[in-house]
């Protein structure tokens, strides 16, 4: 069992940064794969950025050179940087974890889940 808690959410105004962490727990040999995914409401949850086992990344075509997502494996914690945010980003973000993937933008290849942590751009 993994654990995922995120951290670093709030509220900012447009072009402003925000930098998200997520930090692992428990069976944390078992992750390979770590992901943010967001969800804004009455929208679908969607892929933000992944890093594949190989430390391959992938960001959504609205990040857009804007967030950047790393990880630590001795601290166990993958973060997001976020910059230039625009009121577009407004959502709840999602740490992912599994151990590994074929496609990251689906939600089922990701086994754990954090609780969400709000992001809001004010404009």
């Known amino acids: 069992q993994v654990q995922l808690v995120e951290s670093g959410g709030g509220q900012v105004q447009a072009g402003g940064s925000l930098k998200l962490s997520c930090e692992a727990s428990?069976?944390?040999?078992?992750?390979?794969?770590l992901a943010w995914f967001r969800q804004a409401p009455g929208k679908q949850r969607e892929l933000v950025a992944a890093?594949?086992?190989?430390?391959?990344?992938k960001y959504a075509e609205f990040v857009e050179g804007r967030f950047t997502i790393s990880r630590d494996n001795a601290k166990n914690t993958v973060t997001l940087q976020m910059k230039s945010l625009n009121p577009e980003d407004t959502a709840v973000y999602f740490c992912?974890?599994?151990?590994?993937?074929?496609?990251?933008?689906?939600?089922?290849?990701?086994?754990?889940w954090g609780q969400g942590i709000q992001v809001t751009v004010s404009s």
């Open positions: 428990g069976m944390t040999v078992a992750i390979r794969a």
């Open positions: 992912a974890a599994s151990q590994g993937y074929s496609d990251p933008r689906i939600v089922a290849e990701f086994g754990s």
């Open positions: 890093l594949s086992p190989g430390g391959t990344t």
